[in-house]
């Protein structure tokens, strides 16, 4: 484990050749192909693979080299992992696949390789989240556009209802807002709060944002489930300009 994680190709050959299989483990349940792709070290991966490593192992987390590749950016090692077909839409405990983790890293290069081999665009992870929505609230700008001239479906929802255009309007992400309502996001979706970007936007303070998704037709009238409008929540935090562009845009007293 080591020596590949050092990227030691003869040290590696060498213990390989006294029977020491190449899918040993350590106690976190790691193989020396985790480890030299975490690292990038191409030409090991390659070597291993060659060896019989097995490209689908897991650890304890359910991590496997594709996973880790990915997140680290390892464009070239994702290249010659991809050529030992790999289960490439395997999730680890969090259900993060090696899409979402390139996605949520703003790793378009990756994110490329992966959709052009089968990747499953719009895969969830265990709070729903899908590699849109990770580039979305991330604001990885790129990423948001890769995947949506890629098809990801705009308007798929994750954590407690919200779809990419809430979670970008929540972290005040005014280029990721743009790009998704350009793309069909729907401005008046209300996730499970009752809330809609608008007035997650306002309630976290992030005025260019509300500004924004009013002029792109927001609803300027919706109430959540505590009963309170964009408006209200405008008021009670202290955002006058929001205030005064609600009411000359038909917001009810």
Do not use: C
């Not at 990419?164 to 005014?174: I, S």
């Amino acid at each position: 484990m080591s020596s590949a994680e050092s990227g030691d190709i003869d040290e590696v050959i060498r213990l390989a050749s006294s029977d020491l299989s190449p899918n040993s483990r350590d106690r976190y349940g790691r193989t020396a192909l985790m480890l030299a792709a975490r690292e990038g070290h191409e030409r090991l991966v390659e070597v291993l693979l060659n060896m019989g490593a097995d490209v689908n192992a897991a650890d304890e987390d359910s991590d496997t080299a594709l996973m880790r590749a990915s997140m680290e950016n390892r464009e070239a090692v994702v290249r010659l992992l991809l050529k030992a077909a790999p289960r490439i839409d395997a999730a680890d405990k969090f259900g993060f696949t090696a899409l979402i983790r390139a996605a949520m890293n703003g790793h378009t290069g990756i994110m490329g390789l992966m959709l052009d081999a089968g990747a499953f665009i719009n895969a969830q992870d265990k709070d729903g989240r899908s590699p849109l929505i990770w580039a979305a609230l991330r604001n990885h700008l790129a990423a948001v556009e890769l995947l949506l001239a890629r098809g990801a479906a705009v308007n798929r929802r994750g954590a407690r209802g919200a779809t990419a255009l809430m979670e970008a309007a929540f972290r005040g992400h005014t280029g990721a807002v743009r790009l998704l309502l350009d793309n069909g996001a729907d401005v008046n979706a209300v996730d499970e709060g009752g809330f809609t970007a608008l007035a997650l936007a306002i309630r976290k303070r992030h005025p260019g944002v509300a500004e924004f998704l009013i002029a792109g037709g927001a609803n300027v009238n919706s109430v959540d489930k505590l009963g309170r409008s964009p408006l209200v929540w405008a008021s009670s935090v202290g955002m006058t300009d929001v205030v005064r562009l609600l009411l000359i845009s038909g917001a009810r007293l």
